[in-house]
Antibody, heavy 126, light 111 residues
Framework: EVQLVESGGGLVKPGGSLRLSCTAS????????MSWVRQVPGKGLEWVGR??????????DFAAPVKGRFSLSRDDSKNTMFLQVNSLKTEDTGVYYC?????????????????WGRGTLVAVSS | EIVLTQSPGTLSLSPGERATLSCRASHSVSSSYLAWYQQRLGQPPRLLIYAASTRATGIPDRFSGSGSGTDFTLTISRLEPEDFAVYYCQQYGSSFFSLFTFGGGTKVEFK
């Protein structure tokens, strides 16, 4: 069974930093492209960033609002992805979900998110 | 940047009725990269449909997706009590602003 468990959220002041983790099980993590999607409670979904598998280059992409402030890394030996969030703003408040990008057996990516964790809450407030 | 506009914002229906949800894109979207999600209260989103019309694993056949270009539709043929939730469409398209964008959501509520 696929499981994604996020951790590391909390209350932080504007300008502060956090390191979010997403620990995976039930699939071959090293082959997966992983994303973070956030949601202000009661509002819609916003994609934050994605990191590819190392075999596909291991590169990361980010949404414009977080580019330059957020970074992604992964430790395949621990089946864990990390989101480093710096220079936090009040508008970064939300539940941060990690998710997997759907891929078929031929390696084709459908650019949709097929598994999701339950999320970790980041609250930015003075 | 491609903007996805979902309508209506809220759909008030009864169990057994048909629900038709719309997702309109500001520019043409590849059908291969259009997805729909369901989010129940207090839960993470769940993938329902990908590639515009393919049901994800375990999704009942009362859910169907259709459309192309700028107009996409999610249809729930007969609403079950567990289908009352918020539904989001999502597209992928390389852009400066964001690789992935979501629509604002349609809430399907009990009438």
């Amino acid at each position: 069974e696929v499981q994604l468990v996020e951790s590391g959220g909390g209350l932080v002041k504007p300008g502060g930093s956090l390191r979010l983790s997403c620990t995976a099980s039930g699939f071959t993590f090293s082959n997966a492209w992983m994303s973070w999607v956030r949601q202000v409670p009661g509002k819609g979904l916003e994609w934050v960033g994605r990191i590819k598998s190392k075999s596909d280059g291991g590169t990361a992409d980010f949404a414009a609002p977080v580019k330059g402030r957020f970074s992604l890394s992964r430790d395949d030996s621990k089946n864990t992805m990390f989101l480093q969030v710096n220079s936090l703003k009040t508008e970064d408040t939300g539940v941060y979900y990690c998710s997997t990008e759907k891929k078929d057996s031929n390696g084709w990516y459908f650019r949709a998110f097929d598994y999701w964790g339950r999320g970790t809450l980041v609250a930015v407030s003075s | 940047e491609i903007v996805l506009t979902q309508s209506p914002g809220t759909l008030s229906l009864s169990p057994g009725e048909r629900a038709t949800l719309s997702c309109r894109a500001s520019h043409s979207v590849s059908s291969s990269y259009l997805a729909w999600y369901q989010q129940r209260l207090g839960q993470p989103p769940r993938l329902l449909i990908y590639a515009a019309s393919t049901r994800a694993t375990g999704i009942p056949d009362r859910f169907s997706g259709s459309g192309s270009g700028t107009d996409f539709t999610l249809t729930i043929s007969r609403l079950e009590p567990e289908d009352f939730a918020v539904y989001y469409c999502q597209q992928y398209g390389s852009s400066f602003f964001s690789l992935f964008t979501f629509g604002g959501g349609t809430k399907v509520e009990f009438k």
